[in-house]
C-alpha cells in the first residue's frame, strides 16, 4: 500500500485542468459561502454533471471579475500544494463576458501568468464549449489567440459529430499561430471517434481519449503520430465511463507505446489530486509506485526540455 505523501512531492504535470473547477472543494467552499448538496459524489455521465451540479452551482457564483481571477488563483494555489510544477489551465471562453472584455482577460490571464512564475509553469488554454454561441466564439476567438497569450486551444461538451465542422477554422488558425490543438473525445465516445477528430482537426493531443484502448489499430495510430492523451482516471470513474482504478485503461495505452499523462480534469467535481489518483492507481495493482513516479518526471521533463 502507498500513501498520499509517497507521491505529493514528486514533481508533476496537470494539462488537463479547467481552472474555473479546479480546486478542492474544501477550498470552494469557503469562497463560495455555501455547500453542494450530497457533494462529492459519483456522477452519472456528463449530463448530471452539468444539469445537477455546473447549471445551478458553480456557474451561477461566478458573476464578476474578481470571481473569475478568484477561482482562478484557488486552483493554481491547489495545484502547487500536489507538487504539480507545469499547469496548462483552461480557461473558459465565456469569461470574457464576466471580465467585461477581451482585453481584460488577456490581462487577468498575463498577470496570473507572471504572478506564479516562480512557483509553477502556468501555460494558459483557450478553452469552448461546443454549444457556447457561435457569433460569440467567432468575436473572441481570434483576437484571444492572436494575442500570444494561449499556448493550447480546446474545445469540450457532448462527444458527439454532429457540427464539429464548424470548428475547423479556429483549428487551422490556432496552427497558423504555433498554438497547441487539443479536444475533447474519447471519455464516452469510440476509438475510431479518437482517430477522426485528429485526423480532422490536425490534433497535437487529446483530452481524454481513452475510447482509443479499444482498438489497436487506433492505439498504434496515436503511438505513430505521437498524439498524446491526457488522460483523467478519477474522471473517468466518477462519471462512469470506467467502472473502476483496476480496469481503466491507460495501463493498455501506455504499454502500446502512447505518450499518457495523467491530470485531475475539474479537482472540484472529481476530489482527487493527481497524486492521490496515484495512490488509487498503485493500489489498486495497475501501477508500482516506481513506475508513475517515473511517468511523471518523465512529463515533466517533456516541458523542460522546450
Not at 471517434?193 to 490534433?203: D, G, K
Not at 489497436?216 to 466518477?238: G, Q, T
Not at 511523471?296 to 526540455?305: D, F, G, L, S
Amino acid at each position: 500500500m502507498v500513501i498520499v505523501s509517497d507521491f505529493i512531492d514528486c514533481p508533476k504535470v496537470d494539462v488537463h485542468n479547467h481552472l474555473n473547477l479546479g480546486m478542492r472543494y474544501a477550498s470552494y467552499v469557503p469562497w463560495a459561502g455555501f455547500y453542494i448538496p450530497d457533494f462529492p459524489r459519483k456522477l452519472n455521465g456528463l449530463d448530471d454533471m452539468h444539469e445537477n451540479i455546473i447549471a445551478p452551482y458553480t456557474r451561477p457564483r461566478i458573476k464578476t471579475a474578481k470571481d473569475v481571477e478568484d477561482v482562478f488563483n484557488l486552483t493554481l494555489q491547489d495545484a502547487i500544494g500536489d507538487g504539480v510544477k507545469v499547469i496548462e489551465g483552461s480557461c473558459d471562453l465565456q469569461f470574457v463576458g464576466q471580465m467585461g472584455g477581451v482585453n481584460n482577460l488577456i490581462e487577468l490571464i498575463k498577470k496570473l501568468v507572471s504572478q506564479y512564475s516562480n512557483r509553477i509553469k502556468f501555460l494558459p488554454e483557450l478553452g469552448m464549449s461546443k454549444v457556447f454561441p457561435k457569433d460569440k466564439i467567432q468575436k473572441w476567438v481570434p483576437e484571444l489567440l492572436e494575442s500570444g497569450v494561449f499556448k493550447s486551444i480546446d474545445v469540450y461538451g457532448p462527444e458527439v459529430e454532429d457540427g464539429i465542422e464548424d470548428f475547423k477554422y479556429i483549428f487551422d488558425l490556432a496552427a497558423k499561430l504555433g498554438i497547441k490543438k487539443k479536444f475533447h473525445i474519447g471519455e464516452f465516445s469510440s476509438a475510431e471517434s479518437v482517430r477522426r477528430f485528429v485526423e480532422l482537426f490536425e490534433l497535437n493531443e487529446v483530452q481524454h481519449g481513452i475510447g482509443a484502448a479499444k482498438d489497436p489499430d487506433v492505439l498504434a495510430f496515436l503511438r505513430d503520430n505521437k498524439i498524446r492523451c491526457n488522460v483523467c482516471p478519477e474522471s473517468n470513474v466518477m462519471l462512469g465511463a470506467v467502472e473502476s482504478y483496476a480496469v481503466h485503461p491507460i495501463r493498455k495505452m501506455l504499454d502500446a507505446g502512447v505518450n499518457c499523462t495523467i491530470n485531475t480534469d475539474d479537482l472540484l467535481l472529481f476530489n482527487k489530486s493527481n497524486s492521490e489518483q496515484c495512490v488509487e492507481l498503485v493500489n489498486c495493482g495497475l501501477f508500482t509506485k516506481d513506475e508513475l513516479v517515473e511517468l511523471m518526471k518523465k512529463q515533466v521533463a517533456e516541458y523542460q526540455e522546450n
